[in-house]
């Protein structure tokens, strides 16, 4: 015997641990799978224990001066990886899986390689369904649950549809059913059949609801925003809706809806009560905040809001913001020439260069005739500037009405009641209605009234309101301002405008989007300087360009301008002769349009080493804004600019930092000369140049484009 113990341990040395030494920590430089077809790497790699060091680390240029965190082999835990990936694989339905490991040991380090031999899985011959006859189709049962004759037998998937029966059974008023399930497998033939039992119980109502953990809002209050009523028929997703419509009143940080009866008290118990649990927030909040953006310059916000004011969850909002801090009067202090250089321009015009700020005390009423009806009643006084384009001042008073559709689907109708004062360029006036002096062109900055009727809806399946990687979102809104509603005669118009969107993901974290927007504007003709012209305010046209349009341009910078010499600012000697880019000094104005069309297409990716902390995005915008007369598309005004960017995750969303290609000439418009009092054309288009000006576009936000 003693003989054979030193016989083995002359051919098998003794391991370090057992004589007592500390073995070498092998870091891990590498983790691979080959051989997998049926699930990818990234199912695989959170599986298991054993996990690969960071980027940085495995990367030969910075591992060796330490960067990067780097995890190390444990023998123990790699052992056990592949217990898990094979019971992983049978679980799925692959009961001849085989998991074999290549370990490449270096001095420090270990590449690790695990090769899986899935084989031929189980497979669902049959599915049967029993006493489900009058309570719930079997169609869609057959539709809804997530296994399908034909599929692996995939025990998650197995036990994922017994919950949808029990779901769908409880959604029409079997409050305790519950789904008995078996399976036979036969590893010989590789079938799989599948049975499921149906046992609804009794039918019940609800016949009260419990409301517990209110101090200040009254339980009357909770029991009317939820949809359940006593006598109702039990309903499992209406527990969900009453959940989700009590958080949105914005005063509870808890809220938890379930039965009171965890079973019935006989076989003839046909009544069941709920209990809606719930802790109050705070009811008086306070907020500030700071920012910064390349068309806001920097920003600032103040609010301050008290939830149940009068009872009933009311909620009283009152907000401050404030824009273009140090880059407009009174607080210019010359930002736009370095820090928000996309607000230089905005300084050749006193009217433009001006603070923006917006003042908004709200009244929501979460109750409004019905749950499924609330309205907002808000007053504000703004300012509100649009680069190259406008300054609107208004006072307004807005009233909406939101209702709740049986699609799931907000309607938002609304009227608002404005008195506004527009500031713009002189030259878009005499362009569009020939009022080519300046102290006729005067009037259209008088106070006019503005009377406006709005409907819109919102229809919102992505998975995220900062950055959505799957789902759609649909939206659209029409606005008409009349005479017959009371506005001014230069203030009537009709408005709509459409926007889709869809999320496609494309493995675990990348994301391709792409959006669709287009609107479109009508006015009728008026009687104006003895002409028949129409006009649309400047504040309702459409305007291209920018971080969240066609990022190839700056805001508002696509799409038709005018342009004025001033020969008091700038030497108008030579320009016509040299006509082929915009001479320094000129003032360029956009005008808008009343067509509008845009398309962008997104491809986003993480960066490697980075663990979806930093993305990256490529882009093409396509997008076409113009004067409808007689084309209803204008194919000749379409413009295309590819880009990339960087997406940097924060609490508040993104942090987003593109870069686009423009290839395109300055866009051409009407060019004016000021000669005192009146603005005199100079040249139709201008400049003449058609060479391509080929530049960078940069821009930085918050947020995904769309």
């Given at each position: 015997?003693?003989?054979?113990?030193?016989?083995?341990?002359?051919?098998?040395?003794?391991?370090?641990?057992?004589?007592?030494?500390?073995?070498?920590?092998?870091?891990?430089?590498?983790?691979?799978?080959?051989?997998?077809?049926?699930?990818?790497?990234?199912?695989?790699?959170?599986?298991?224990?054993?996990?690969?060091?960071?980027?940085?680390?495995?990367?030969?240029?910075?591992?060796?001066?330490?960067?990067?965190?780097?995890?190390?082999?444990?023998?123990?835990?790699?052992?056990?990886?592949?217990?898990?990936?094979?019971?992983?694989?049978?679980?799925?339905?692959?009961?001849?899986?085989?998991?074999?490991?290549?370990?490449?040991?270096?001095?420090d380090a270990a590449r690790i390689q695990f090769l899986i031999h899935e084989g031929p899985p189980v497979r669902v011959h049959a599915i049967?369904?029993?006493?489900?006859?009058?309570?719930?189709?079997?169609?869609?049962?057959?539709?809804?649950?997530?296994?399908?004759?034909?599929?692996?037998?995939?025990?998650?998937?197995?036990?994922?549809?017994?919950?949808?029966?029990?779901?769908?059974?409880?959604?029409?008023?079997?409050?305790?059913?519950?789904?008995?399930?078996?399976?036979?497998?036969?590893?010989?033939?590789?079938?799989?059949?599948?049975?499921?039992?149906?046992?609804?119980?009794?039918?019940?109502?609800?016949?009260?609801?419990?409301?517990?953990?209110?101090?200040?809002?009254?339980?009357?209050?909770?029991?009317?925003?939820?949809?359940?009523?006593?006598?109702?028929?039990?309903?499992?997703?209406?527990?969900?809706?009453?959940?989700?419509?009590?958080?949105?009143?914005?005063?509870?940080?808890?809220?938890?809806?379930?039965?009171?009866?965890?079973?019935?008290?006989?076989?003839a118990d046909s009544t069941v009560a709920v209990r809606v649990q719930v802790t109050e927030g705070r009811l008086r909040n306070v907020r500030?905040?700071?920012?910064?953006?390349?068309?806001?310059?920097?920003?600032?916000?103040?609010?301050?809001?008290?939830?149940?004011?009068?009872?009933?969850?009311?909620?009283?909002?009152?907000?401050?913001?404030?824009?273009?801090?140090?880059?407009?009067?009174?607080?210019?202090?010359?930002?736009?020439?370095?820090?928000?250089?996309?607000?230089?321009?905005?300084?050749?015009?006193?009217?433009?260069?001006?603070?923006?700020?917006?003042?908004?005390?709200?009244?929501?009423?979460?109750?409004?005739?019905?749950?499924?009806?609330?309205?907002?009643?808000?007053?504000?006084?703004?300012?509100?500037?649009?680069?190259?384009?406008?300054?609107?001042?208004?006072?307004?008073?807005?009233?909406?009405?939101?209702?709740?559709?049986?699609?799931?689907?907000?309607?938002?109708?609304?009227?608002?009641?404005?008195?506004?004062?527009?500031?713009?360029?002189?030259?878009?006036?005499?362009?569009?209605?020939?009022?080519?002096?300046?102290?006729?062109?005067?009037?259209?900055?008088?106070?006019?009234?503005?009377?406006?009727?709005?409907?819109?809806?919102?229809?919102?399946?992505?998975?995220?309101?900062?950055?959505?990687?799957?789902?759609?979102?649909?939206?659209?809104?029409?606005?008409?301002?009349?005479?017959?509603?009371?506005?001014?005669?230069?203030?009537?118009?009709?408005?709509?405008?459409?926007?889709?969107?869809?999320?496609?993901?494309?493995?675990?974290?990348?994301?391709?989007?792409?959006?669709?927007?287009?609107?479109?504007?009508?006015?009728?003709?008026?009687?104006?300087?003895?002409?028949?012209?129409?006009?649309?305010?400047?504040?309702?046209?459409?305007?291209?360009?920018?971080?969240?349009?066609?990022?190839?341009?700056?805001?508002?910078?696509?799409?038709?301008?005018?342009?004025?010499?001033?020969?008091?600012?700038?030497?108008?000697?030579?320009?016509?002769?040299?006509?082929?880019?915009?001479?320094?000094?000129?003032?360029?104005?956009?005008?808008?349009?009343?067509?509008?069309?845009?398309?962008?297409?997104?491809?986003?990716?993480?960066?490697?080493?980075?663990?979806?902390?930093?993305?990256?995005?490529?882009?093409?915008?396509?997008?076409?804004?113009?004067?409808?007369?007689?084309?209803?598309?204008?194919?000749?005004?379409?413009?295309?600019?590819?880009?990339?960017?960087?997406?940097?995750?924060?609490?508040?969303?993104?942090?987003?930092?593109?870069?686009?290609f423009n290839g395109y000439p300055p866009e051409q418009g009407r060019l004016y000369l000021k000669q005192g009092q009146q603005l005199v054309?100079?040249?139709?288009?201008?400049?003449?140049?058609?060479?391509?000006?080929?530049?960078?576009?940069?821009?930085?936000?918050?947020?995904?484009?769309?």
């Amino acid at each position: 015997m003693s003989v054979f113990a030193t016989a083995w341990r002359a051919g098998h040395p003794t391991p370090l641990h057992a004589q007592g030494v500390e073995e070498p920590r092998l870091v891990i430089r590498g983790l691979d799978f080959s051989g997998n077809h049926a699930m990818d790497n990234y199912t695989l790699g959170i599986s298991i224990a054993t996990t690969k060091s960071a980027w940085l680390a495995r990367f030969p240029l910075t591992s060796w001066i330490g960067a990067g965190e780097k995890r190390y082999l444990d023998e123990t835990e790699f052992r056990r990886d592949v217990l898990r990936l094979i019971l992983l694989y049978r679980v799925s339905g692959y009961l001849q899986v085989r998991v074999d490991t290549i370990v490449r040991r270096t001095k420090d380090a270990a590449r690790i390689q695990f090769l899986i031999h899935e084989g031929p899985p189980v497979r669902v011959h049959a599915i049967d369904i029993a006493g489900v006859e009058g309570i719930v189709p079997l169609r869609d049962l057959l539709r809804d649950i997530p296994l399908a004759v034909g599929d692996p037998f995939n025990r998650i998937r197995f036990e994922w549809a017994a919950d949808t029966m029990r779901a769908a059974a409880r959604d029409r008023g079997y409050p305790f059913a519950e789904v008995f399930r078996s399976y036979d497998v036969n590893e010989d033939s590789l079938i799989a059949r599948v049975r499921f039992e149906l046992d609804p119980g009794v039918r019940g109502r609800v016949d009260s609801v419990i409301v517990e953990g209110t101090r200040e809002i009254a339980p009357p209050v909770v029991r009317r925003v939820i949809p359940i009523r006593p006598g109702a028929w039990f309903s499992q997703s209406a527990l969900y809706r009453s959940q989700r419509d009590l958080y949105r009143l914005g005063v509870f940080g808890y809220v938890n809806v379930t039965l009171a009866d965890s079973a019935p008290e006989g076989p003839a118990d046909s009544t069941v009560a709920v209990r809606v649990q719930v802790t109050e927030g705070r009811l008086r909040n306070v907020r500030v905040g700071v920012g910064y953006g390349t068309v806001d310059c920097l920003r600032a916000l103040a609010s301050w809001s008290a939830s149940n004011v009068l009872g009933g969850g009311r909620v009283l909002d009152v907000t401050a913001r404030v824009s273009k801090l140090g880059a407009g009067d009174p607080l210019a202090a010359g930002f736009e020439t370095w820090l928000c250089k996309a607000l230089q321009k905005d300084a050749e015009s006193p009217d433009r260069f001006k603070l923006n700020y917006n003042l908004t005390a709200s009244f929501q009423e979460p109750y409004l005739f019905s749950r499924l009806m609330r309205g907002t009643l808000a007053v504000s006084a703004e300012r509100h500037t649009e680069i190259q384009a406008y300054r609107r001042d208004a006072y307004s008073a807005n009233l909406t009405v939101t209702r709740e559709t049986r699609w799931d689907v907000p309607v938002t109708a609304g009227y608002s009641l404005s008195l506004t004062q527009t500031f713009a360029e002189p030259a878009i006036f005499c362009s569009f209605l020939s009022v080519c002096r300046l102290e006729d062109a005067e009037q259209f900055s008088n106070r006019r009234l503005q009377s406006m009727v709005t409907l819109g809806f919102v229809r919102d399946r992505s998975n995220s309101v900062l950055d959505p990687t799957r789902g759609s979102a649909l939206s659209a809104e029409a606005r008409y301002a009349s005479r017959l509603l009371g506005s001014d005669s230069l203030i009537q118009f009709a408005r709509g405008v459409a926007e889709i969107a869809v999320y496609y993901p494309i493995g675990r974290r990348t994301t391709f989007a792409w959006r669709l927007r287009g609107g479109s504007i009508i006015s009728p003709r008026l009687g104006f300087s003895g002409q028949d012209v129409t006009y649309i305010p400047l504040s309702e046209r459409f305007y291209a360009g920018g971080a969240n349009s066609v990022r190839g341009y700056g805001q508002n910078q696509m799409g038709p301008v005018v342009r004025v010499m001033d020969p008091d600012r700038m030497d108008t000697t030579g320009v016509l002769q040299d006509s082929t880019t915009v001479a320094p000094g000129i003032i360029t104005a956009a005008t808008g349009g009343n067509s509008l069309l845009i398309a962008n297409a997104e491809l986003r990716f993480p960066l490697p080493g980075f663990g979806g902390r930093l993305m990256a995005a490529a882009f093409v915008d396509v997008g076409q804004l113009f004067e409808r007369d007689t084309v209803l598309v204008d194919l000749s005004k379409t413009r295309v600019t590819p880009g990339v960017g960087i997406r940097i995750a924060t609490p508040l969303g993104p942090m987003r930092v593109d870069v686009a290609f423009n290839g395109y000439p300055p866009e051409q418009g009407r060019l004016y000369l000021k000669q005192g009092q009146q603005l005199v054309l100079l040249d139709d288009a201008y400049p003449r140049s058609s060479t391509a000006r080929r530049h960078l576009q940069f821009h930085f936000s918050v947020g995904q484009a769309f």
